[in-house]
């Protein structure tokens, strides 16, 4: 049975750095084809990719914030990390992981997602 | 803006028939993915870019693709697939790419 959660701060002020672990079960992050995504969705707004990590270490970026974020992986903890420095209120969103797979870019399991609000 | 186009809103009667699309060049040579997002929940795919459905999805949820575009048609729309749809897909670079979401209402 795959799940994944995401765990991490519900309040973080402006300027500081923002950590969201995924602590997933069910499958191996050292499968080919494997992968595991963040992506954010403000209140009342559209999904948006934040970065994944791939089986083989790969890492990619969203354009837009690729200097902010950062992505690793714990294998034998079967976590993910997301790092974004430098939050602001308009980083308010609830922030989700799932899990990926190549080629057809399934994000075939999500977890239930964590709201992170930025405000002093 | 998001990188694949999708309408923002769609409308069905109850049992009919509705097409949900997805436009964007990448669409025409990679896999194109359909989830389901209800009110305050997490999505759910619901229709696989390899082109099935996951296990518990009902069979009237069907995935299509012509030239740039991609569509989700749900032929027989029940009460319970009010929600908002969205697409996804890769670039050239592998960067995953998403829709901006259609929201289906049901009448």
């Known amino acids: 049975q795959v799940t994944l959660r995401e765990s991490g701060p519900a309040l973080v002020k402006p300027t500081q750095t923002l950590t969201l672990t995924c602590t997933f079960s069910g499958f191996s992050l050292g499968t080919s084809g494997l992968c595991v995504s963040w992506l954010r969705q403000p209140p009342g707004k559209a999904l948006e990719w934040l970065a994944r990590?791939?089986?083989?270490?790969?890492?990619y970026y969203s354009a837009s914030l690729k200097t902010r974020i950062t992505i690793s992986k714990d294998s034998s903890k079967k976590q993910v990390v997301l790092t974004m420095t430098n939050m602001d209120p308009a980083d308010t969103a609830t922030y989700y992981c799932a899990r990926t797979i190549l080629p057809a870019y399934d994000l075939d399991f999500w977890g239930q997602g964590t709201l992170v609000t930025v405000s002093s | 803006s998001s990188e694949l186009a999708q309408d923002p809103a769609v409308s069905v009667a109850l049992g009919q028939t509705v097409r949900i699309t997805c436009q964007g060049y990448s669409l025409r040579n990679y896999y194109t993915s359909w989830y389901q997002q209800k009110s305050g929940q997490a999505p759910v795919l619901v229709f696989s870019g390899k082109n099935n459905r996951p296990s518990g999805i009902p069979d009237r949820f069907s995935g299509s693709r012509s030239g740039s575009t991609a569509s989700l048609t749900i032929t027989g729309a029940q009460a319970e697939d009010e929600a908002d749809y969205f697409c996804n897909s890769r670039d050239s670079s592998g960067f995953l790419l998403l829709g901006g979401g259609t929201k289906l209402t049901v009448l």
């Open positions: 990590i791939d089986w083989d270490d790969a890492k």
